[in-house]
């Protein structure tokens, strides 16, 4: 199937590691123009190499904080600057620190709404114009399963995405006649470094190790394994193709079947 993503310009948020990146690289095997971006710049500049080597593809890399709203004009002005457009724009962060409600203070969740909700909402205010005049555009927001069902613990991850579901899912409606598509990717439990330290964080509570703690999580999910970044990445790179063009609004899980409802 081509997904009709050659020479597409893709920015893919905090896309130096993880999800962002495994994203980043699927979109540059379908011959996508990368924007790449990450706080750690030697992170960065590796990733940047490894995305453009395996794909052939032509990936800028930009340094940046996805909370802070000057960076973000920055990136968006940058890849501006150097493609001219934007058709495709992929939100995503790291996310909040795990923590009981008793443990949390008013900083915690401020720092958390900043980073998980307003990341994605000034991302896409800079970015919106450039696909309302061209009268194409697709956003994925990298979420959450616990958008679906809430894992203990995760608190702030389980409040504020669902934030971003409701924005994304209002905006949709509001721009869908501009031929601009926006969906949520939702993943499970994936081998990433984020669920090696929420992995680790449960030993410490429950006096085990992160392995012990992941061979736990692997028995409570259908398939009995956690999924894998480049698993996750197809969903997003459908989504943000030509292909995708009559799904917007959604929220879709990826997690081997773990989610508890229809």
């Given at each position: ?105 008013d900083e915690d969740w401020q720092k958390a709404y900043e980073l998980t909700v307003m990341s994605s909402v000034r991302m896409t205010r800079t ?101 894998t970044p480049e698993e996750f990445a197809d969903l997003v790179v459908f989504l943000g193709s030509e292909r995708a063009s009559y799904i917007t ?14």
């Open positions: 199937m081509d997904l009709g993503l050659k020479d597409k310009v893709v920015v893919v948020a905090a896309s130096s590691a993880g999800l962002g990146k495994a994203s980043a690289m699927a979109f540059a095997q379908e011959g996508g123009k990368l924007v790449i971006t990450g706080r750690n710049n030697e992170r960065l500049q590796k990733a940047k190499d490894e995305i453009a080597m395996a794909s052939g593809s032509e990936v800028m890399a930009v340094q940046m904080d996805v909370t802070n709203a000057k960076d973000i004009e920055k990136l968006v002005a940058s890849a501006i600057e150097k493609f001219g457009t934007i058709h495709v724009l992929v939100n995503n962060a790291g996310g909040p620190p795990p923590g009981f409600f008793w443990e949390t203070e970015v919106l114009p450039y696909m309302r005049k061209q009268q194409w555009g697709r956003i994925v927001n990298i979420t959450s399963n616990t958008v679906k069902q809430p894992i203990d613990q995760l608190l702030l991850s389980n409040s504020l995405r669902l934030a971003v579901i409701g924005w994304a899912k209002t905006l949709s409606n509001q721009v869908a006649n501009e031929g601009i598509l926006i969906n949520n990717a939702c993943p499970g439990w994936t081998v990433t470094e984020r669920v090696t330290e929420l992995m680790e964080a449960r030993a410490k509570i429950n006096q085990s190790s992160a392995k012990e703690e992941i061979e736990a999580i692997a028995k409570t999910i259908p398939m009995g394994r956690l999924g609004g959604t929220s879709i899980q990826i997690d081997g079947g773990t989610t508890a409802g229809f």
